[in-house]
C-alpha cells in the first residue's frame, strides 16, 4: 500500500484572516510545494505501520510503506521450509533404505537357512546356532558401547518368560516345517497369521472386530487351503509346523502386549532379551530331540557332501537371522502399523518368489492362485484393520521368525 503525504494550509478557523489578505490566500494548484510564503503542516492518514523517507525543503514528499501481514517470506521462512523439506526427505530415504535392507536379509536368511537344513537336516541345533549368534551380537554391542545396555530386572525378565516360550515354539515349528518342505509353502501358510490373530483373540480373549475383518478370513483360509491341497511335495510335518508356528507367534504378541506395557527395555534391546531368554529355553530341548551324537555325525555327512563351504552356510543362516530381525524392529519404530504390515506381507512375496527362482521349485498354477489369494487376504485385512484403529496390536511383533 502507498500513501501520498498531502501539504495544505492550516485550517484551524481562529489562525484565518480576511480573504482578500493576500498574504493567506492559498497558491494556485499548479504552483510547486512546499511554498515558502505559508507555514505549512503535513496531513497523514495512517491505517498500517510507515517507512518514512527523510524530509526535503525543495522537493514534494513520497511516503511509501508496506502491510506487515502481507509482505515476503522472510530468509529464516524460506530457510526453515527448505530445511523442513529436506528433513521429511531424508526420512523417506531412510524407511526406503530400512525396509530393502529388511527384505533382502530375509531373503538371505531363507536361503542360507533352506540350504542348511537340506544338507543337514536338524532343525533344533539350527535354531538354537541362530539364537545364539543374535544373543553373542548383542552382547558384544552392549560390551563396546554400540547399543545402551537395557536397564532390567527380575520383574522383567519374569514377564517376559512367557514371551520367550512362545516364540521359542514358533521358531523351532517354523525351522521344522522349512526342514520339510519347500520354503515358498511354509511361507504362504505362515502368510495366514492374521487369520490366527483374529480367532484367538475373539474365541480366547474376547475381542470383537468389524464384520469386514471377519469377511477378510475367507480368501487368508480359503488360498491357504488351496496351496496346501495342490502343494506338488506336501508334507504334514511341515504343513503342521508352519501351522503351529503361526499359532505360537499370535500368542507371543497376546503375552507381549498384557506383560510388557510400561517396560523400560524396547526396541532391539528387547528382542535381543528375547533372544538370550529363548536360548536358554531351547538349549536343553535340543540336546533332548537330537543330541551331540546326531549333530557330529550329520556334520561329518554335510562337510564330506557340501565341502567346508557349508561352515559359511550355518554362519550365515545365524547371523542373517538376527539382522532380519533387528531392522524389523528398527523399521517398526519409524514407520505406521499399516505400513508395517504391507511391508510385512510384501516381504512374504518376496520371499516366496526368490525361494521359488533360486530352488526351482515347481509350482501349479493352481497352487501359485491359492497363494495370491492368502496374500490378498492378508494385504485387505490389513488395511480394514488400520481403518478400523486396531492394527498396531497385531504388528508389533508380528514377523519374528
Known amino acids: 500500500m502507498v500513501l501520498a503525504a498531502k ?40 491505517s498500517k505501520p510507515l ?23 522472510q530468509p529464516t521462512d524460506a530457510a526453515a521450509a527448505a530445511a523442513e523439506t529436506k528433513s521429511e526427505a531424508a526420512k523417506k530415504l531412510k524407511i526406503g533404505v530400512y525396509f530393502a535392507t529388511w527384505w533382502a ?23 538354537t546356532l541362530s ?26 525378565w519374569k514377564t517376559l518368560f512367557p514371551v520367550a516360550v512362545a516364540h521359542t515354539i514358533g521358531h523351532v515349528a517354523a525351522t521344522v516345517s522349512m526342514s520339510k518342505v519347500a520354503v515358498s509353502f511354509t511361507h504362504i501358510i505362515k502368510s495366514g497369521e492374521p487369520a490366527f490373530s483374529v480367532l484367538v483373540s475373539r474365541f480366547l480373549l474376547g475381542e470383537t472386530f468389524p464384520a469386514s ?37 499370535v500368542f ?39 543330541g551331540p551324537q546326531m549333530w557330529a555325525d550329520g556334520w561329518q555327512k554335510a562337510l564330506s557332501d557340501i565341502g567346508p563351504q557349508f561352515v559359511g552356510w550355518v554362519a550365515a543362516q545365524s547371523v542373517f537371522y538376527h539382522l532380519y530381525n533387528q531392522v524389523s524392529y528398527m523399521s517398526l519404530d519409524q514407520i505406521s502399523p499399516l505400513t508395517f504390515s504391507v511391508g510385512n506381507t510384501m516381504k512374504r512375496i518376496s520371499v516366496i518368489v526368490s525361494s521359488i527362482i533360486i530352488f526351482r521349485t515347481p509350482v501349479q498354477p493352481v497352487n501359485a492362485l491359492g497363494a ?17 484403529g486396531v492394527l498396531r496390536s497385531d504388528v508389533e511383533l508380528v514377523n519374528f521368525g
Open 7 to 46: 501539504q495544505i494550509g492550516f485550517s484551524n478557523p481562529l489562525l484565518r484572516r480576511n480573504p482578500s489578505s493576500p498574504s493567506l490566500q492559498r497558491p494556485p494548484p499548479s504552483l510547486s510545494f512546499p511554498s515558502t510564503a505559508l507555514p505549512k503542516r503535513t496531513v497523514l492518514s495512517l
Open 51 to 73: 517507512h518514512l523517507s527523510s524530509l526535503t525543503a525543495k522537493s514534494p514528499v513520497r511516503c511509501s510503506a508496506y502491510e506487515a501481514d502481507k509482505s515476503e517470506p
Open 105 to 127: 536379509l530375509n531373503v538371505v536368511f531363507n536361503i542360507y537357512n533352506k540350504k542348511v537344513l537340506n544338507a543337514y537336516p536338524y532343525p533344533w541345533l539350527t535354531s
Open 131 to 156: 539364537l545364539a549368534a543374535g544373543s553373542l551380537m548383542m552382547l558384544i554391542s552392549w560390551a563396546v558401547g554400540i547399543v545402551e545396555t537395557p536397564k532390567t530386572d527380575f520383574d522383567f
Open 213 to 249: 475383518v471377519y469377511l477378510s478370513l475367507i480368501p487368508i483360509i480359503g488360498g491357504c487351503a488351496l496351496s496346501a491341497l495342490t502343494e506338488l511335495n506336501f508334507n504334514m510335518t511341515g504343513f503342521m509346523g508352519a501351522m503351529i508356528s503361526n499359532l505360537a507367534f
Open 252 to 290: 507371543r504378541n497376546i503375552f507381549s502386549k498384557k506383560g510388557m506395557k510400561g517396560k523400560s527395555v524396547s526396541g532391539m534391546n528387547y528382542y535381543a532379551c528375547l533372544s538370550m531368554l529363548s536360548l536358554l529355553i531351547l538349549t536343553p530341548f535340543a540336546f533332548a530331540v537330537e
Open 372 to 388: 495370491a489369494i492368502a496374500i490378498l487376504g492378508t494385504f485387505l485385512q490389513s488395511f480394514d484393520k488400520a481403518r478400523h
